[in-house]
């Protein structure tokens, strides 16, 4: 089975996007998922938008703007098959805005698979509740992606819906997205000796603490927490089942220069030890 990349957007105004969600899967295993908020042009918003999703133009007025993001996008876009739910709305989206932007896809052709489709035109809600997949935080685009992306193994998988059966608390170890306030730097009481200030820091995999837990510390020592690993990330912090798309865009951009610390439980356990306090 190729790879499959879940995409969802919420737009701004659209068809203009203020947050992606992407979940991959590889071999039919969700195999890591990330969110990303995006500073739509001139950060505007309409009220129906943020009415849908809750997003606002202060939560992303220092986010990136789509050209800073599209070419870790590209890469990861390539020689894979996107799959969304209502998935002509979202390749639209993308496409008007690398068109708004002047971008180039850098594909003649895109293979697309339409979850909305294969259920009988059913909203995301309503299919996963069908199939016994649990939703939390629907309108957020990355656990919409990762709900379709659930959806789409259940029906690869021919499984039957279960309407009937109460839906089971997600096994998923990629479902607790670092989201909200703990993405916005903040140095104000945080020790610039320590080795986190003001650098850039994602977290990948599963720890002992909960993820926003440790967001939560990082950003009290003055870490910019990020969801998305590029050319200016200082330091990964490596759990149990990290995503291995992750590892390798860590090889990758090591191999082009940069200067990307991996950072165990352990590593990172020591080092709260010695500036969290």
Not at 8 to 30: L, R
Not at 99 to 128: H, M, N, P, R, S
Request: net charge negative.
């Amino acid at each position: 089975m190729e790879r499959v990349v879940v995409i969802d957007f919420e737009t701004a105004k659209n068809p203009y996007p203020c947050q992606i969600g992407v979940t991959i899967i590889e071999n039919g295993e969700i195999t890591d998922a990330f969110m990303r908020y995006i500073q739509p042009p001139k950060n505007e918003y309409s009220q129906h938008c943020t009415d849908v999703h809750g997003i606002t133009p202060e939560m992303t007025k220092e986010a990136p703007e789509f050209p800073e993001l599209w070419p870790d996008l590209q890469e990861l876009f390539s020689d894979c098959i996107i799959a969304a739910h209502n998935a002509p709305f979202d390749i639209k989206v993308l496409t008007s805005t690398l068109d708004y932007y002047g971008l180039d896809f850098g594909q003649e052709q895109i293979k697309v698979i339409d979850t909305c489709a294969l259920v009988g035109k059913k909203k995301l809600d309503v299919a996963c509740s069908e199939y016994g997949i649990p939703m939390t935080n629907h309108h957020n685009a990355f656990f919409d992606s990762l709900a379709c992306a659930q959806l789409l193994l259940a029906l690869q998988h021919s499984e039957e819906p279960s309407s009937q059966e109460k839906p089971q608390e997600s096994n998923s170890k990629y479902h607790e997205a670092i989201t909200g306030d703990v993405l916005k730097k903040d140095l104000t009481n945080a020790n610039p000796e320590n080795p986190f200030y003001d650098k850039k820091v994602v977290i990948t995999g599963v720890f002992n603490r909960e993820r926003k837990e440790i967001a939560t510390i990082l950003k009290s020592l003055g870490a910019d927490v990020d969801t998305t690993i590029t050319k200016r990330t200082s330091f990964v912090c490596v759990g149990q089942d990290a995503g291995p798309k992750k590892l390798e865009t860590i090889d990758k951009l090591n191999e082009k220069g940069c200067n990307i610390i991996t950072l165990s439980e352990d590593d990172l356990e020591r080092l709260f030890n010695k500036w969290y306090k």
